[in-house]
C-alpha cells in the first residue's frame, strides 16, 4: 500500500487507484492534518478530494500544522471526516 503526503500529489501521479481494494500495489491511502492554521482548516475538503480520485482511507490528525503535536486536538474533525466520506 502506497501512503502520499496529501491527495493532491497522489492526483499528481496520474494513476488509476480505484481497482486497488485487495491492498495491491496500486491501492493507496492519505494522510492529513487539520490544516495549516485556525484559518486554514481544510482536513474534511482533503479526504473529500481523496475519496474523489479512489483513495480507499484517510488518516487525519486532528490538530494545524502549525500547532504540530501540542496545544488541544479538535477531535470533532476526525468524525466531521467521517461523515464526509464513505471510506475508513
Known amino acids: ?3 502520499l503526503g496529501t491527495a493532491a500529489r497522489f492526483a499528481a501521479t496520474g494513476r488509476d487507484f480505484s481497482r486497488g481494494a485487495s491492498g495491491g500495489e ?7 492534518a487539520r490544516g495549516w492554521d485556525e484559518k486554514s482548516v481544510v482536513a474534511v475538503e482533503v479526504a473529500k478530494m ?8 484517510v488518516a487525519v490528525h486532528p490538530r494545524t500544522r502549525e500547532q504540530g ?5 479538535d477531535w ?5 471526516v467521517k461523515q ?4 475508513p
Open 50 to 57: 481523496a475519496e474523489n480520485i479512489g483513495v480507499e482511507g
Open 84 to 87: 464526509a466520506v464513505k471510506f
Open 69 to 73: 503535536y501540542t496545544g488541544a486536538a
Open 1 to 3: 500500500m502506497r501512503r
Open 76 to 80: 470533532s474533525l476526525i468524525a466531521a
Open 26 to 32: 496500486d491501492s493507496a491511502d492519505d494522510q492529513t
